[in-house]
């Protein structure tokens, strides 16, 4: 998914190649175009599925495999125009990123594996729970764009793709909470994107993302997603109205139950039935990316149990 490879003719072919043999978990190439043809693709991906690849759309055939995403300099991805103000002062990192506990949702397990990170140096060094592996890879592109990071907010305006490491089949209870906002309108209506593919060990898995779009009318949509048939992205529940600026996210996952409770700026917004997407694919890891035109992230955790 990544911006398109400029117009060498020969890098050109070598992307169309790899977008029509890959999809990518949570987004495929062509899960980041236009509704329907760039979005997450199959599997865990949009329906574009020329977007995040089979199963989670993003498919991981490998670490560093070209994901072509819509050009961001593309008047179909990303709107004219000054974007809204946006909150540049991250909170506490314990408003954030509560501590385990009962009361803050965030689970108390053994064996816990967990991502954290907040956006102040390069994602791609950090190993936050010093297991040996670096936390996370992007897809898309061989060096991060430090540029776009500024005051522990990392801008992303060149469609970068964050994958989890090391690959996790996310089959026990799994707590997500993450800081992000859309600054641009995308006229696919997937801006912001956090997403997960889950059970990828079982016969069935399940792709589920959260997507933060800007409006026309300086609010934000928060549309939580899945795909009950590894093609058709549907919405598991929809929160509009929301301010301008970045929004803290929490989801939490009983992938046994198949069930997600999603939780906005500490306001609960039910629990929801998440769908069977289709059989299981590479794609085992969690994804941000800015699927659509701008978009801001300031802190990410993800706490998985062990499977039951």
């Known amino acids: 998914m990544g911006p398109r490879l400029g117009d060498v003719p020969g890098l050109f072919l070598l992307c169309a190649a790899l977008f029509t043999a890959c999809g990518r978990i949570g987004y495929d190439p062509t899960d980041l175009g236009t ?8 599997g865990g991906r949009s329906s ?8 989670g759309e993003l498919r991981e055939a490998a670490a560093d495999q070209v994901a072509p995403i819509p050009d961001a300099s593309s008047d179909s991805s990303v ?56 936390d996370w890879v992007m897809r898309n592109a061989t060096t991060f764009p430090l540029a776009e990071l500024s005051s522990g907010v990392w801008r992303s305006e060149t469609r970068i793709v964050l994958d989890s490491r090391p690959l996790d089949d996310f089959s026990g209870r799994t707590v997500v909470d993450v800081r992000m906002g859309s600054a641009t309108v995308p006229p696919s209506g997937r801006g912001a994107v956090f997403w997960v593919n889950l059970n990828e060990g079982s016969a069935t ?20 997603f899945g795909k009950p ?16 600026g970045l929004k803290a996210i929490h989801l939490d ?9 999603l939780t906005v700026e500490g306001v609960g917004h039910g629990t929801h039935a998440i769908p069977l997407t289709g059989a ?29």
Not at 253 to 261: E, F, K, Y
């Open 35 to 42: 509704p329907e043809a760039s979005l997450p693709g199959t």
């Open 48 to 55: 574009d599925d020329a977007s995040p690849g089979t199963g």
């Open 79 to 134: 709107t004219d125009g000054p974007s809204p103000p946006r909150d540049v002062s991250p909170p506490p990192a314990e408003a954030s990123l509560p501590e385990a506990s009962a009361e803050s949702g965030v689970p108390v397990c053994g064996g816990a594996t967990t991502w954290s990170f907040s956006f102040d140096s390069d994602p791609t060094l950090a190993d936050s729970n010093g297991d040996g592996v670096l």
């Open 205 to 224: 898995f399940s792709a589920l993302f959260v997507s933060l779009s800007l409006e026309t009318d300086g609010t934000q949509t928060l549309t939580l």
């Open 229 to 244: 048939d590894n093609v058709t992205e549907t919405p598991l529940a929809t929160v509009s109205g929301l301010s301008p």
């Open 253 to 261: 996952v009983d992938p046994v139950a198949l069930t997600v409770a």
């Open 280 to 308: 299981p694919n590479g794609d085992r890891f969690a994804t941000l990316l800015a699927w659509d035109g701008i978009a801001e992230f300031d802190s990410v955790r993800i706490v998985r149990c062990p499977a039951p």
